[in-house]
T-cell receptor, first 114, second 112 residues
Framework: DGGITQSPKYLFRKEGQNVTLSCEQNLNHDAMYWYRQDPGQGLRLIYYSQIVNDFQKGDIAEGYSVSREKKESFPLTVTSAQKNPTAFYLC?????????????FGPGTRLTVL | AQTVTQSQPEMSVQEAETVTLSCTYDTSENNYYLFWYKQPPSRQMILVIR??????QNATENRFSVNFQKAAKSFSLKISDSQLGDTAMYFCAFNDNNDMRFGAGTRLTVKP
């Protein structure tokens, strides 16, 4: 089945530790995105990538880093510099870079920093 | 920057009735795209419907339809014959030049 997978579903980390969230897609999509979702707020864009080995910052990139070494993979690292990392993280992909293209979302990762 | 506003944090509707969720946005662009996404309790985001700004005809998808008023920058979602499975968070989104902006969402509860 084609789709987007995110792992793990729940993640707990101690304050000050870096943590990497996985996102994999087998839809052959060019574009991939990372969003953060907090209660009472919509999704906010962290990073996006339109092509392998290239990515751009979104609105809230501070304290996060990404890589796009393979078309199907777009991992997100939450660093210790992120002041409030506890949130729900959603990865998405789209078949092209046109604004018309639907973004397909993964099931999300709930990160809790203790 | 473009902003998207959903003024109804929560709404409820009786099963089989019709409900309308409101969305307004702010932009100076002429060509853009609008979306409604649904997020059920599973938290899986699912596209409900989309609208191209240059098309005057309102989009429809089965029980879901939109009322797109470009001059008023309004993009409301109408759900007809509401079903229990429609219970979810609904997010309005605006996309221009690959810059997707989401509203804060409306929590819709369908009551039996």
């Amino acid at each position: 089945d084609g789709g987007i997978t995110q792992s793990p579903k729940y993640l707990f980390r101690k304050e000050g530790q870096n943590v990497t969230l996985s996102c994999e897609q087998n839809l052959n999509h060019d574009a991939m995105y990372w969003y953060r979702q907090d209660p009472g707020q919509g999704l906010r864009l962290i990073y996006y990538s339109q092509i392998v080995n290239d990515f751009q910052k979104g609105d809230i990139a501070e304290g996060y880093s990404v890589s796009r070494e393979k078309k199907e993979s777009f991992p997100l690292t939450v660093t210790s510099a992120q002041k409030n990392p506890t949130a729900f993280y959603l990865c998405a992909s789209a078949s092209g870079t046109s604004s018309y293209n639907e973004q397909f979302f993964g099931p999300g990762t709930r990160l809790t920093v203790l | 920057a473009q902003t998207v506003t959903q003024s109804q944090p929560e709404m409820s509707v009786q099963e089989a009735e019709t409900v309308t969720l409101s969305c307004t946005y702010d932009t100076s662009e002429n060509n853009y795209y609008l979306f409604w996404y649904k997020q059920p309790p599973s938290r899986q985001m699912i596209l409900v419907i989309r609208q191209e700004a240059y098309k005057q005809q309102n989009a429809t998808e089965n029980r879901f339809s939109v009322n797109f008023q470009k001059a008023a920058k309004s993009f409301s979602l109408k759900i007809s014959d509401s079903q229990l499975g429609d219970t979810a968070m609904y997010f309005c989104a605006f996309n221009d030049n690959n810059d997707m902006r989401f509203g804060a969402g409306t929590r819709l509860t369908v009551k039996p």
